[in-house]
């Protein structure tokens, strides 16, 4: 049993004093990897404290990847947890979501608050200002004047079939995918989504992702007891000799677009991929079109699961698609959703069907609404201009500046972010340090590698999240880099 001697706890809270010293048994080795913790309520007992303060710190131990949860079996230690070292000794902090505002952003470690901060180029965010309410407030109010009895009832755990039944035409519209409304699942952002696939696929199935890459997938992955594995990414997109090395039998990728390098699978990795995944029937392809709506020069690509249907094409029925509306609407409202292969439909209902759609009704009613009558297909259409001008005008800022011969712009064509790479004679962290004190708040590429050591550490290189800020700020946004950028020239 773990004893704590809540005594020497000084000003922390009870629950940040049980979860500190869990975390220091668990990385120091004393409590073994994959050893079985004690249950909330028999360490409560233990402890004479309340059920919820063990709930609370077991809930943050769980998320920070130190301990996972085995349904009807208990809690255990992880045994390839990611540690996190504490405030006083941060730094450069890797990011843990990648595209979102963390509570360990440098920007905070360096008392810049987010009301401080002149330009959050961290956080992914969108322009409220260009959200067309006045047509999503009557489509609000269409669906409180229709029969309020579908309001009532719990939808079925696929979504409401109206929301699905729109999805299905827009992405044979727009993304050339021919499926059923039958074939969606509607859910509350990229974090269920990668809950129901473990759902699916199972605990004991290897899952493996893009590295560097979005750090919560893998996070849900470990949290629902997986084994996830970091597979690293090269100019043609993930490696799949790696996959095969490593035994992996899941993989999720963001061929169309991938975060944070901004590096589009090409054809020869992608037919790799889809013979990788064809060869055996337990293997499968979770493709991640995040931000496909954003591409700004050429056509579309054509997704995996759509090449994956095309008569003869490898793949077929290993390939499921995901896509969220966060990046095209907004991330408050956590709708997102994932189109499953034929084959799989009557997996989902025999494992995942208990669950009930976490998106509300009336959400899933007014989006439906939203999109028939082509106010969604409007505002893709504006969003994408404003973005491309708002990009044009920060490059071209960037490319006029002073620091304009000391650093390179890659991967700028396509979705909300880029790269930008300064050849200076100094360190990534202490460059990012210089433009935390001049009000900037940007990430290092370094930063979304799983691994602690990453092959970008010391380099300055850069993710530059631009849809949040305004274009009035971006000559003020230069100018800061430019201040911080002269100390080194």
Known sequence: ????????????????????????????????????????????????VSVITVANAYARLISEGYMYSVEKKGFFATADYIDVPE????????????GLQSDFSPAKEKGLERKKVFADLRTNSVNYQKFPFSVWNSCMRDVLKAPHESLLKSPPPEGVFELREEIARYLSCFRDIDISPSQIVIGAGSEYISFISVSLFGRN???????????????????NGAKCLPIDVDGDGIKVNQ?????????????????????????????????????????????????????????PLETLFGSSCKEGQKGAGHVLYTNTFSKTLSPSYRISYMVLPPSLIELFRSRASFMSCPVSVFEQ???????????????IIRMKNYYRNLRNSLVQAINSSAFAEKCSIREENAGLH????????????????????????IPLLSEYYQAKKSPDDDKALFVINYSGISRESIQETVARMASAVKNFL
């Open 418 to 441: 880029f790269l930008l790479d300064f050849k200076l004679p100094v360190s990534g962290k202490t460059l990012q340090e210089g433009f935390f004190e001049n009000g900037l708040d």
């Open 1 to 48: 049993m773990i004893t704590c001697d809540f005594q020497l706890r000084g000003n922390m809270s009870l629950c940040e004093y049980l979860y500190k010293t869990i975390k220091e048994l668990i990385t120091g080795d004393k409590i073994k990897k994959n050893e079985k913790l004690p249950s909330k309520r028999s360490l409560a007992s233990h402890l004479g």
């Open 243 to 299: 996959v095969r090395q490593l035994g992996g039998s899941v993989v999720h990728v963001s061929p169309s677009h991938h975060f944070p390098t901004g590096t589009v699978m090409s054809l020869s990795r992608r037919e790799e991929l889809l013979t990788w995944a064809s060869e055996r029937e337990d293997r499968f392809i979770i493709e991640d079109d995040y931000d496909s709506e954003f591409r700004f020069t050429g056509q």
């Open 87 to 98: 405030a006083s000794q941060r730094k450069s902090l890797l990011q843990e979501s990648a």
């Open 205 to 223: 199935a290897v899952y493996c992702v893009e590295n560097p890459g979005y750090r919560k997938i893998s996070s849900v992955f470990k949290m």
């Open 365 to 379: 009613y007014a989006l439906s609404r939203f999109m028939s009558s082509g106010a969604y297909e409007k505002h």
